[in-house]
């Protein structure tokens, strides 16, 4: 019998493991990262970097509206899709084996909304630093600046990296430009401590450090029992607490 394909390459169907390896390889210095979202029938694969804080403000301060003279308010909806604008750097989709980038920034109006909340749902924990974290590490930085020995926990290092940046110098306009979004409201929170410990700035009652039952947030009382003082007093993203 004679072979009609004799000479030619037959390209075989790839297995969605053998294609998901062949997608764009992340850049971990660029703070870049996947979600992956379960919807309707399919497995989405969404690649996403962490902004830096300045973008994060820039977006922030876009996103509002002015309802009057006086009263100003956030478009939240109008802040999520800004935020993935910037963020999304392609989405990969399977069993079907679609595969789409956001190098034109307009990958946001080819997926559907539900999608695109999806998503959102899980970038958001990604880049806001919660209120279990922010307390434990609010009450450490108030142990470390008072001088108080830990000898129940260690201290998170980046403390040690503040203390020592206010010690011998700050940061250049270059390397603060390249702080994430998580990483400054962490050290927002390690000053705000650093002022209370030092008597720098107004001293409010300090909330204890926070036990695993009551960070379980089974109410709004159990929620707020995890904010350190001050946390209310701004409602802009760099609280470094969950809005």
Excluded: C
């Excluded at 870049?32 to 996403?48: G, M, R, S």
């Excluded at 300045?54 to 909806?77: P, T, V």
């Excluded at 270059?174 to 994430?180: Q, R």
């Amino acid at each position: 019998m004679n072979n009609n394909f004799s000479g030619f390459d037959i390209e075989e169907e790839m297995t969605d493991e053998e294609w998901l390896k062949t997608l764009p390889q992340l850049n971990k210095e660029k703070n870049e990262f996947i979600v992956e979202v379960e919807w309707e029938d399919l497995t989405i694969y969404a690649a996403l970097r962490e902004l830096y804080w300045h973008e994060m403000m820039d977006i922030e301060a876009y996103s509002f509206r002015k309802k009057d003279e006086e009263e100003f308010y956030l478009a939240g909806e109008n802040e999520r899709r800004e935020i993935l604008k910037k963020a999304l750097i392609w989405v990969a989709v399977v069993p079907n084996q679609e595969f789409d980038t956001n190098e034109d920034r307009m990958l946001l109006k080819r997926i559907k909304f539900e999608v695109v909340e999806a998503i959102w749902e899980e970038y958001q924990p990604r880049i806001f630093l919660g209120a279990t974290e922010a307390a434990a590490l609010y009450n450490a930085s108030i142990k470390y600046f008072n001088g108080e020995a830990q000898t129940s926990s260690p201290v998170p290092s980046i403390i040690v990296e503040v203390d020592m940046m206010l010690k011998f110098g700050g940061l250049s306009r270059s390397e603060l430009k390249n702080i994430t979004t998580t990483e400054m409201e962490r050290m927002q929170t390690v000053f705000m401590a650093r002022s209370e410990a030092l008597g720098l700035g107004t001293r409010r009652t300090r909330v204890s450090s926070p036990t695993p039952e009551e960070t379980d947030a089974v109410d709004m009382k159990d929620w707020l029992s995890t904010i350190p003082p001050h946390a209310g007093d701004s409602n802009g993203f760099l609280t470094g607490f969950d809005r």
